[in-house]
């Protein structure tokens, strides 16, 4: 079944442009509208909403980070993202004018279950984006967002993560829709853009050459950074995720802004960083942040977009994604990220489908 891939996980990564496709595709009608037929929410009840908590763990959770950019940058409405397993036990402000929406590829994960009966107890509406159908989470939803990026078998997610990132847009979208607060116009601009994704995807999957040399690659250090700014942050910590699960390479995120209060003392000669700098209107601050890790012995990886060549002054190596909108680029820029990570993992010999000491599903708390 893994049709002469050699383990599910790079399976599931090629799989992506399909994945995206098909989120995509099943939800516009010929006239590009957003056809949600799994949510009811009337333009009634998203006026009484005033509060929405995005719910989840691990991969789904940082899906739910670039979900609350894009539902606070086009429908306006204050988002809270939470780990699941915290929320409980924080005594959250949810009533009836609250939207609760729950991410989870398996609809199985039980901190995620546990959050939502708590919320659904507290009077709020509960949406979830899930990719097993008739799973627990999904059954217990008021409205669902299936994705449709298939069954998911390696546990590492990559492909549910880029479906549920389009979930995410299309709830925005709709939701902006609904309440009015976009314009025809930037609507339709934001739809064709997500329809290039796909292609754009593939077109990253099928140059990886540089990306598999990073791999192979022998570093002196054994921890590696990811940093950016904005929804790079997002992403930075998605790859650290994929990076350390699979490889066992401690690893870890950080907003680049925060160097300086503290992570900067653990740059030496040879530290490895992931840089994202794929926003626009934060570029100039990631090179300088680039420049300070990388006078400090750093050895840079960059993410940026096509055409953006000012970072190869600053950068070692830089890992480049075709242009689209900023809104959009963690669909594009978390796919050399797992193919670093799943390079990476493949040259030290782990077992990349199944790690150590994790499960696809936890299904306890
Ligand atoms: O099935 P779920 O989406 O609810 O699972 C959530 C996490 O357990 C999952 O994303 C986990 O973090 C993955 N191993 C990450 O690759």
Redesign the pocket.
Known sequence: EKEGYQHFMIKEINEQPKGVSETLMRRLDKEDNIVLDGIKLTKEDLEHINKIYIV?????YHAGLVGRYAIEKLARIPVEVDVASEFRYRDPFVDENTLFIA????G??LD?LAALREAKRKGARILSIVNVVGSSVARESHDVFYTWAGPEIA???TK?YTTQLIAMYLIALHMAKTADSISNEEYKKVIQELKTLPEKVKGILGDIDKIQHLGDAQFSNESVFFMGRGLDVNVAHEGS??LK?ISYINSFAIAAGELKHGTIALIEKGTLVMALATQDHLYDKMLSNIQEVRARGAYVVAVAKEGNKEVEKTADVVLYIPNTMDELTPVLSIIPLQLFAYFIAVARGCDVDKPKN?AK??TVE
């Open positions: 989840a763990c691990g991969t789904a991410v989870s590829q398996s199985e994960t995620t546990v590492a997610s549910a995720l994929k699960e994790l599903s936890v």
